[in-house]
């Protein structure tokens, strides 16, 4: 199986139907086969083969999507990097992957690094406009490049990272075609859809892009940084499912005028990548006229559950799982039939294959089939899931686990805060105590200390952090959740 049948079946069913659009230029699906069959030409005579390891470089828009599939007709594996990144990062991760060809942007040509062994890039101007940097060594057959064409490896996603560095994480052609037709079924994504995606792509063929391509719909990809780029894409090709983080649904509802009347006509608001904060969906439905559902999901897994229900009870939960076994690990039941906190535990098709650098297979890492994914959540007696934390992040006072997310929720909930981050910090007397660093609200006057003391109000002392910090910002990772490592 490769993911180019994905533009071998769409050529046949819906030729002239517009596939993709960025706020640049649009394809039909006719127009992407062929620019993906032109442009794979091109990489083969460039020397890229089947197994190759291939780093990507390219702004949000339909040139990434047209080299993703371009690589995928050749078996080589996309390795999606991000211009936001810096060139000493892009030449870390090129000596950790080790690279066989990169393929950018040239706008991007400074930040790839340059080494005398390597030939001299080169610019190929159709299909559409990338520049090549061949490794220029010998394609030999080595057991790493014979393991992931034994994989099928279509791409190397990274973890969030978080709370560590990230782990190169290897995605196969069937994993990932399972996870598109997951997303497609779930939200009932069809012919005459518009798919907005304003989330970053943190590795080629991210489940909700192809979901769009599977079936027939269009994809929108949107700067998440420029809403008035979004609600002109929005009002050109019209919008009726949208995949955004929290912070970008903040910066529309930020954004003076055109929101509301641009998203009218917007069937389905998917919230993904960081937590989602109770007085964002309570403005948002109030500004825009609708909720926002509360996606989960992990890189290593795709989409585990969602929360479609609208139901005031279920506000904050994840939901039920969608197209996966899921259950608690180490959790006790109680009496009244709701489950204590537990690892959330994942079961099922579209599960990654294995981690790259070092190596690990896939059946080294997961617990008679159950993948742990590292987060700490309830479920309740309806079958609903709700993420309280992190395994790692867990802070004991003395003895008592207090969870991080608890206190964040208490702060977000303060109309002063726009973020916030609780973490453990070493204390003499308790061991641990909680400590805050929070993000004001564009104009916001307010002092830590009556923030502090709107939490003391509202939670025991023990969870009460010892001191706020107000931040100008949070750090993030690509996917927009925050980076508690470094704020620690």
Same mark, same amino acid.
């Given at each position: 199986m490769n993911l180019f049948s994905i533009l071998e079946r769409a050529l046949e069913i819906w030729p002239d139907a517009i596939a993709l659009a960025d706020h640049q230029r649009r394809m039909t699906y006719r127009e992407l086969h062929a620019a993906a069959e032109s442009l794979a030409g091109e990489l083969r005579r460039a020397g890229i083969q089947e197994g190759d390891k291939v780093g990507v470089l390219f702004p949000r828009g339909v040139e990434e999507i047209v080299v993703c599939f371009a690589v995928a007709r050749l078996r080589g594996i996309v390795v999606q990097l991000s211009p936001a990144s810096k060139s000493a990062e892009i030449a870390r991760l090129s000596e950790r992957l080790i690279f066989d060809s990169l393929v950018y942007d040239p706008a991007h040509a400074l930040l790839i690094p340059r080494r005398q062994s390597n030939p001299p890039s080169f610019a190929v101007d159709q299909p559409i406009r990338v520049s090549i940097q061949p490794s220029g060594k010998q394609h030999r057959a080595s057991p790493e490049r014979e393991q992931l064409l034994k994989l099928n490896a279509a791409a190397i996603g990274f973890s969030s990272g978080t709370t560590s560095e990230s782990k190169a994480i290897i995605l196969s052609h069937d994993a990932l075609l399972?996870? @598109?037709? @997951?997303?497609?079924?779930?939200?009932?994504?069809?012919?005459?859809?518009?798919?907005?995606?304003?989330?970053?792509?943190?590795?080629?063929?991210?489940?909700?892009?192809?979901?769009?391509?599977?079936?027939?719909?269009?994809?929108?990809?949107?700067?998440?940084?420029?809403?008035?780029?979004?609600?002109?894409?929005?009002?050109?090709?019209?919008?009726?499912?949208?995949?955004? @983080?929290?912070?970008?649904?903040?910066?529309?509802?930020?954004?003076?005028?055109?929101?509301?009347?641009?998203?009218?006509?917007?069937?389905?608001?998917?919230?993904?990548?960081?937590?989602?904060?109770?007085?964002?969906?309570?403005?948002?439905?109030?500004?825009?006229?609708?909720?926002?559902?509360?996606?989960?999901?992990?890189?290593?897994?795709?989409?585990?559950?969602?929360?479609?229900?609208?139901?005031?009870?279920?506000?904050?939960?994840?939901?039920?799982?969608?197209?996966?076994?899921?259950?608690?690990?180490?959790?006790?039941?109680?009496?009244?039939?709701?489950?204590?906190?537990?690892?959330?535990?994942?079961?099922?098709?579209?599960?990654?294959?294995?981690?790259?650098?070092?190596?690990?297979?896939?059946?080294?890492l997961l617990e008679q089939g159950w993948f742990h994914t590292g987060d700490l959540a309830t479920r309740d007696k309806d079958g609903c899931y709700w993420i309280v934390g992190r395994c790692k992040d867990m802070i004991n006072v003395s003895g008592l686990k207090v969870v991080p997310a608890e206190i964040e929720d208490v702060l977000l909930s303060h109309p002063d805060v726009e973020e916030a981050l609780v973490f453990g910090v070493a204390h003499p007397r308790f061991g641990e105590v909680p400590h805050a660093k929070i993000k004001l609200v564009t104009g916001s006057l307010a002092h830590h200390a009556e923030i502090l003391r709107y939490v003391r109000d509202k939670v025991a002392f023990y969870k009460s952090p010892r001191a706020i910090e107000i931040v100008d910002q949070l750090p993030k990772t690509l996917s927009g959740k925050i980076k508690s490592a470094e704020m620690r």
């Open positions: 399972a996870r @598109a037709r @997951a997303e497609s079924e779930c939200f009932s994504i069809a012919p005459g859809d518009g798919v907005l995606y304003l989330l970053s792509i943190t590795y080629g063929f991210a489940p909700p892009t192809t979901a769009a391509l599977v079936s027939g719909a269009k994809l929108l990809i949107g700067d998440a940084g420029a809403p008035q780029r979004i609600l002109r894409i929005v009002g050109k090709y019209g919008a009726t499912v949208v995949y955004a @983080a929290p912070m970008v649904y903040r910066m529309i509802l930020n954004e003076s005028g055109g929101a509301a009347e641009s998203l009218r006509n917007t069937r389905l608001f998917l919230s993904t990548g960081s937590r989602l904060p109770d007085s964002l969906v309570d403005e948002f439905r109030l500004r825009v006229g609708h909720g926002i559902a509360n996606r989960y999901g992990l890189n290593e897994c795709g989409m585990v559950c969602v929360n479609l229900s609208g139901d005031a009870k279920t506000r904050g939960s994840i939901g039920r799982p969608a197209g996966y076994e899921v259950k608690l690990h180490g959790a006790s039941t109680l009496s009244q039939g709701k489950e204590l906190s537990g690892e959330l535990m994942v079961r099922g098709a579209g599960m990654f294959d294995g981690y790259l650098s070092p190596w690990r297979v896939r059946e080294e």
